[in-house]
C-alpha cells in the first residue's frame, strides 16, 4: 500500500503531492479523534449533574488529542513526501517539536482528569468535612506542581531537540556566572514560597475551605498557590497573602480539627433581671432551634459593672456560618423577650435625691 501511495505522488508535481499527504495525514488523525469520541459519547454516562470519567476525559483531552493525533498521523507520512534532505530535515524537526509540546497538553489534561475524580470522591459539601479539605489542599498544591513540572520538562526535550540550543545553553551556563549568581539571590525568596507552599500542603495549618481569622478579618480559603493564598472574607472582598505569612505569623483557624464552634451572646442587664426566667427562655429557644447542634447550651452571668451585669448566653453549632446565624436569632429574640415581659431588666441609671433639711 505505501509503494501504490508513492507510486501515486511520483506522478505529480512534488508541492501538491506534499501537499495532499499532508492534508491527507491531518484529515486522517481528525477522523481518528472522532471515532473515539463517537465511541466514548456512545458509553453509559452518569446524568448531568452527576460526575462522569468519560465526560472528564472528553472534557480535559478532547482538544490535546486534537493536536497530537494529526501531527503523530504527519509525522508516519513524512517518509513518503518528495523532499530534499534539507526540507526534509526542516519539517521533522517541526513535526518533532510539534508532537513534543503535543504530548505535554495531553499530560497536563490527563492530570486535570485524575483531579476531577479526586475533586468528586471528596466532595466539600459535606458538614463535617475535615478530611475533604486535607485532601483536597494537597490536591491543589500537587496539581500546580506536577503542571509546572510537565512544562519545564516539554521546554527542556524542545531545547534539547537542537544541537545549536544545546551549545548556547553550555556557554550561557559557563560564561554567565556572575548573572547566574544575581538570579540566584533573587530567586531565594521564590524558593522560599516554594518550599513554605510544601510545607502548608503536607502539614496544613491551612486547608481548602477552612474558616480563619487573619489580618483581624473573617474568611474561607479559597484557593492556595505555590506564591500566595486568597482568603475570601464574609462582605466578598477578597483578602490575598504570601504564602509564608501562614509560616511566619500568628492567625486564627476555626477549623483546624473540625468545624464545630461554640458561639456566644453578651446582654447587659440591670440588677434586678430575674436570671432563672431568662434561663428558661433561653433553653426554650435553643431546644426549638433548628442550627444548634445538642451539645452546649449556657446561661451564666460573666460579669458586673457598677451599672449592670453581663450576662453570657453560650450555645454550640456544627460550623462557624451556623453559629453566627445562631447567635443573632437569640440575640434578637431574647432583647424581644425582655423589652415584653421584663422591661425593668433592661440597663438603667439610677438617682438617690435627698431632701435637704430645712
Known sequence: MPEQIQHFISHLPAFIGNLLLAACALVTGLLIKGALA????????APPEHYSMIRSIMRRLGRPVNYFLPILVLNMVIPLMTLGSEEQRLLSKIVEVSLIVSFGYILIGAVKVFEDYIMHAYDLRKSDNLRERKIRTQLQFLRKLSISVI????????????????????GLLTGVGVGGIIVGFAAQRSLGNFLAGLQIAFTQPIRIDDVLVVEGEWGRVEEITLTYVVVGIWDQRKLIL??????????????????????????????AAPIEALRAEFSRLVEDHPLWDKRV??????????????????????????????????????????????????????????????
Open 38 to 45: 463517537l465511541y466514548l459519547r456512545k458509553s453509559p454516562q
Open 151 to 170: 512544562v519545564i520538562l516539554v521546554v527542556c526535550a524542545v531545547l534539547l531537540s537542537f544541537d545549536n540550543l544545546r551549545k548556547i545553553g553550555t
Open 242 to 271: 504570601p504564602i509564608n505569612y501562614f509560616i511566619e505569623k500568628p492567625f486564627q483557624n476555626w477549623t483546624r480539627t473540625g468545624s464545630a464552634i461554640l458561639g456566644t451572646v453578651f446582654l447587659y442587664l440591670d440588677y
Open 297 to 358: 447550651k449556657v446561661l451564666q452571668i460573666t460579669n458586673t459593672t457598677e451599672q449592670t451585669m453581663e450576662v453570657r448566653l453560650l450555645v454550640s453549632a456544627s460550623n462557624s456560618g451556623r453559629a453566627f446565624d445562631l447567635r443573632c436569632d437569640l440575640r434578637e429574640k431574647m432583647i424581644a423577650f425582655i423589652k415584653e415581659k421584663y422591661p425593668e431588666s433592661l440597663p438603667r441609671t439610677r438617682a438617690s435625691i435627698e431632701k435637704e433639711p430645712e
